[in-house]
Nanobody
Framework: QVQLVESGGGLVQAGGSLRLSCAAS????????MGWFRQAPGKEREFVAG????????LYGDSVKGRFTISRDNAKNTVYLQMNSLKPEDTAVYYC?????????????????WGQGTQVTVSS
């Protein structure tokens, strides 16, 4: 059981950067694989990034590779998404997610736990 709260979304110009944060409650944060999904109007939800329990491995969706970086600080119960070189097509609601299976996160676009989402809007 984990509760997730995202922050850091907002409006940014194309080419700019944002860092999203996800604060997790509870004492079992380090037992979950974490990640970020996003969903834009009229589109299916998309896998953005995932990170394993200890942070020793990361995965990225093809559309964000080389631009986004996921990290976690288990001591602070927080996961981050650093987003650089933002494009208008990155505009979406970004959801912090947690699951026991990295496969579910990265491949099936599924997760047991979701945050409320934070809006990222990239203007051209």
């Amino acid at each position: 059981q984990v509760q997730l709260v995202e922050s850091g979304g907002g409006l940014v110009q194309a080419g700019g950067s944002l860092r999203l944060s996800c604060a997790a409650s509870g004492r079992t944060f380090s037992s979950y694989h974490m990640g970020w999904f996003r969903q834009a109007p009229g589109k299916e939800r998309e896998f953005v990034a995932g990170i394993t329990r200890s942070g020793d491995s990361t995965l990225y969706g093809d559309s964000v590779k080389g631009r986004f970086t996921i990290s976690r600080d288990n001591a602070k119960n927080t996961v981050y998404l650093q987003m650089n070189s933002l494009k208008p097509e990155d505009t979406a609601v970004y959801y912090c997610i947690a699951d026991q299976s990295i496969y579910s996160i990265a491949t099936r676009h599924l997760a047991n736990y979701w945050g409320q989402g934070t809006q990222v809007t990239v203007s051209s």
